[in-house]
Nanobody, 126 residues
Framework: VQLVESGGGLVQPGGSLRLSCAVS????????MGWFRQAPGKEREIVAA??????YYADSVKGRFTISRDNAKNTLYLQMNSLKPEDTAVYYC??????????????????????WGQGTQVTVSS
């Protein structure tokens, strides 16, 4: 199993970035996938997940970020608009620990993900 993020960088407040996560080694379309982030001195937190084709978001990014996937390309995306300095963090993609639909808010729990990428840095600063 391999997950490789790309697309991070330095952007000014109000700007946009699109992160990608290329996966291999498992049947991508069967799994819920998530994006997490970790800022310096803080715990890793959920940003968004896509579960059975349905997107879910943390309150802090609703209306600004969009998670999507291309099952034919084995790639997960995170489109980030209206970026704020508080969005600065290392962003990770992750695979949910089992196949199939995820119920309740289990999609938001970090411990329910079993494979992670190496992360990509996003810095929002003027």
């Amino acid at each position: 199993v391999q997950l490789v993020e790309s697309g991070g960088g330095l952007v000014q407040p109000g700007g946009s970035l699109r992160l990608s996560c290329a996966v291999s080694g498992f049947t991508f379309r069967f799994y819920t996938m998530g994006w997490f982030r970790q800022a310096p001195g803080k715990e890793r937190e959920i940003v968004a997940a896509i579960n059975n084709g349905v997107p879910y978001y943390a309150d802090s990014v609703k209306g600004r970020f969009t998670i999507s996937r291309d099952n034919a390309k084995n790639t997960l995306y995170l489109q980030m608009n209206s970026l704020k300095p508080e969005d600065t963090a290392v962003y990770y993609c992750a695979r949910y620990k089992r196949q199939g639909i995820v119920y309740g808010r289990a999609w938001s729990e970090r411990d329910n993900y079993d494979h992670w990428g190496q992360g990509t840095q996003v810095t929002v600063s003027s």
